[in-house]
């Protein structure tokens, strides 16, 4: 997978990135996003398949990005197929840190060492391009404005978004209540993205995942609104595309 196009997981952390207050938004709920998104990409790739709630390897092959090929492995390693909250919610939290330094590796973010309350030390992140994640907001601003059908990607990357707890992030107050209502809606136009955009607010919510949902199969489930908590995060910084 070369890297002129980036990932989904990369465009949700790149969309977290607050420039207010210097944190990441939604930093707990942000992890089972980011692996939620690694599965809606792999399936992109061609080496995953929804088979109703659970997730199948189709193709071992690696991608060229080390934290999906991680994950595919992981997948792998599973054997039979996996349901898709199982596999959020499992322990492998931690990768919006990993997806931070992947980002600098990348050069998506450039890194800034800081101390809180001058004497512990902590690292800001400040986006590297202004334009790119302007790019990453206007695919979600012309799908919610315009009500054409978007994109696969795009689509997915509205699903997350909201089931982490992004809509108050990218469109707050009031003023933003009729926008983030559309962000939920957009969840209809990807199934894969759908199912696991459920998946991560069935773990949020802490719903029993050892059976499937009702009715699960494969296709997006109707739009709901999910309940998602808000919590304090790693320190970071940047200007992200325009609110």
Do not use: F
């Not at 790019?135 to 978004?161: F, N, S």
């Not at 136009?189 to 494969?218: C, E, F, I, K, W």
């Not at 997006?220 to 309940?227: D, F």
């Amino acid at each position: 997978m070369g890297k002129s196009r980036r990932t989904i997981p990369e465009e949700l952390l790149l969309l977290a990135l607050d420039p207010a207050t210097g944190t990441t938004a939604q930093p707990q709920t942000l992890d089972l996003g980011l692996a939620g998104a690694q599965l809606v990409e792999l399936s992109l790739a061609g080496r995953i398949v929804p088979d109703g709630d659970r997730i199948a390897v189709i193709l071992a092959r690696p991608t060229g990005d080390p934290t999906l090929d991680h994950a595919l492995e992981l997948l792998r390693r599973r054997g039979s197929p996996v349901r898709a909250a199982h596999w959020i919610g499992g322990p492998r939290l931690g990768l919006r840190q990993t997806y931070l330094a992947h980002l600098e590796r990348c050069g998506m973010v450039a890194a800034v060492p800081g101390q809180v309350c001058g004497v512990l030390p902590t690292t800001r992140y400040q986006a590297s391009d202004d334009c790119t994640n302007a790019a990453i907001k206007q695919r979600l601003d012309t799908a919610i404005r315009t009500g054409v059908p978007p994109d696969p990607r795009t689509a997915a990357l509205a699903a997350l978004a909201h089931a982490v707890g992004l809509g108050k992030h990218l469109y707050p107050g009031n003023e933003g209540r009729s926008s983030r209502s559309r962000l939920r809606d957009l969840i209809r136009y990807d199934p894969l993205g759908g199912m696991v955009a459920h998946a991560v607010m069935d773990v949020q919510n802490g719903l029993p995942v050892q059976q499937s949902r009702p009715g699960a199969t494969g296709r997006a489930p109707a739009a709901r609104n999910g309940s998602v908590g808000s919590h304090g995060g790693s320190v970071v910084a940047g200007r992200v595309g325009a609110r």
